[in-house]
Nanobody, 122 residues
Framework: QVQLVESGGGLVQVGGSLRLSCAAS????????MGWFRQAPGKERMFVAA????????RYADSVKGRFTISRDNAKNTVYLQMNSLKPEDTAVYYC???????????????WGQGTQVTVSS
């Protein structure tokens, strides 16, 4: 089992920045690729960004490319999502997940955190 706990969400104005963190415990963190997804009210959980086990490879949704950056620190068992130039459409609950390999597909993730709310106000 892998336990994941997200933090860092909050209320921010358009154009602002936030950094989300996801702390992992349980099985060896570096065995897993990690991903961030988000879910807006009434919508499906959508892929945002993913990173492989050592940080050498990343993937981003087109909607966040150039604005968001995913990174990880295996020594701290933590994955981050730096979000810049935030827009109202970025408002959602953000979830981190752990997967055996780098994936953009929600269905392949084995473990999820409880989510953290990000609200971008105009």
């Amino acid at each position: 089992q892998v336990q994941l706990v997200e933090s860092g969400g909050g209320l921010v104005q358009v154009g602002g920045s936030l950094r989300l963190s996801c702390a992992a415990s349980g099985r060896t963190f570096s065995n897993y690729a990690m991903g961030w997804f988000r879910q807006a009210p009434g919508k499906e959980r959508m892929f945002v960004a993913a990173i492989n086990w050592n940080g050498a490879y990343t993937r981003y949704a087109d909607s966040v490319k150039g604005r968001f950056t995913i990174s990880r620190d295996n020594a701290k068992n933590t994955v981050y999502l730096q979000m810049n130039s935030l827009k109202p459409e970025d408002t959602a609950v953000y979830y981190c997940g752990a997967d055996a390999s780098l994936s953009t597909m929600r269905q392949t993730y084995d473990y999820w955190g409880q989510g953290t709310q990000v609200t971008v106000s105009s």
